[in-house]
């Protein structure tokens, strides 16, 4: 027996390491799949911004695709006058000059040399007119785009294989470069000035918060920061202010607007809050699920031990009973035997022969009681014949009958009831078996002391037995289970007196049955105290016995 239990404790502590295990990997995937939705909306609102940022870049660049299909060597022979400027070349031009993004447009020959305001020449693009004119007074800005481009192209000409190139001057301007490549010449020089507020505000702002949306709904800040200034240009959350510590990602805009780029705070977007929600979701029913599981894997286990402890209970109470039931049969079968040999013929041999047989028969039948008390208790069919009884009378009465026993055990015995009645509803013979069963329990377990006191006492509107004796008392931790059907108390004292773990559960479901209950309150080596209370008078009808009475009282009116 003992190796299965250690085999249950093995396979309880196997299944347990299972559940744990598979409850963490579950745990490890939801938080696995939840960190790949974050990282897949974080990767999606980058992708977003790369997309905002080709859509600048193509909105400032589209010049170009109406100037690299030119015929290069024509347009550079039309260059002697503003007004003989070829026609495809001002047509290439007519979107660029209507578009509000650039301010102004002007064209340079390659033959410039000072670009500056006292050199030229410098024309300037007029969309009213769709022609070029003389531009005397014009931006430094254009001087600065300018001087830029024609440093960057002295040193790419020889290797260069495309017939137009773009170089931005920060935010200020935008140069293409018109090429021939076969000569590898520069033909000449388009500069846009770039109207920076209305590329802020009228264009990049409101893009920004269509393609983003505000930052509360979206799940992310962004700013468009010009970062040699440390200033920011739009943002689609006013609410949140700049700074570097919040910044998770920068995207900047590729071969253009180089001093700006649009940095974000990621939060927590429609996406993430949803995988947020379905994470604590599942790991809700999760905990749930393994809370049941191991619920379930305890209570099996804890009822298999009980019922383990109660067959081998059960073994041992068979046992002794056997054991106990042998004793008085072997007296009185020796004794009969000796009797119906008719090898007595003394008068004193005869009573004492006859003194044992009577004696023994009582214990045996004593036994047979208390093996019937239980088959009672267990059966739980047979209901109780409650009866209005007084309590003090009844109580006197049953010592009166045990008075020889008593006296023989050599009890000292006391009783103490109150002078008003003590009315309650009780089957006669489950009050009988009750009380008999507290007073042998409680000589039984005073090896010393035959001390018992029974006290009846009315309170609260209940009556209280208590029996109180003067015993080895029960230990704190067995006093939750002394009702338990064969439990008894393992210890060198209780070893010696002979006991079936009966007695206790007896009266606990007797007195139950009967509307009442049983309490003990004990001190090791001091005594213990056991009350058996029952509601006082017409309130401690049980249901059934009320039915009875309704039961009856209808059949007497049917009668009458």
Known sequence: MNQFKYVRWVFLAMGLVAIFGLTGMNVYSLYALHDN?????VEKQKRQMLEYSDQIRSRLRYPRSELWQLDMPRIKSTLTAPDQVAEELVHALQTAGNDSIFSTIYLSPAECSTCDRQGGPIWRYEPESGRFHDAPDYSHLVSDGLTMAKTRMSSLINEYQWNTHVFFDTHNSMTIALIHVPGQQIIAYLTFLIDREYLVQQYMSPKLLRSFGEGKES?????????TKNE?????????????QKVDFIQNFP?????????????????????????TRNLFVLGGAVFLIIAAMAFIFYTAQRERSLAERQATFLANVTHELQTPLSVILAAGENLSDGRVNDSGRLRSYGKH????SLRLRAMIERLLDTARVSTGNIQPRQELLDLSPFTRSLLKRKQSWLESSGVQITFEAEDKPAHIYADPGDLTSSISNLIENAIKYSPEEKFLAIRILQ?????????????????????????????????ALTAKTKGHGLGLAIVKDLVSRNGGSVHVASTPGK????????????????????????T????????S
């Open 37 to 41: 939705a974050v990282k897949n909306s």
């Open 459 to 491: 309170r609260n509107g209940s009556v209280d037995l208590e029996v109180e004796d003067h015993g080895i008392g029960i230990p704190k931790k067995a006093q939750k289970h002394i009702f338990d059907k064969f439990f008894r108390v393992e210890d």
């Open 552 to 559: 009856n009282a209808q059949e007497t009116t049917h009668v």
């Open 357 to 360: 047989i009577y004696n023994e």
């Open 232 to 244: 920011v240009l739009a943002t689609n959350d006013p609410g949140v202010d700049f700074s570097y």
């Open 219 to 227: 799940g992310i800040v962004l700013w468009l920061h010009d970062w």
């Open 255 to 279: 071969d253009l607007l180089n001093d700006w780029n649009l940095k974000a705070a990621f939060t927590a977007n429609p996406d993430i809050a949803a995988s947020r929600a379905s994470l």
């Open 527 to 550: 005594g213990s105290t056991f009350t058996i209370r029952f509601p006082a008078g017409a309130t401690g009808k049980s249901s059934e016995f009320k039915e009875d009475q309704k």
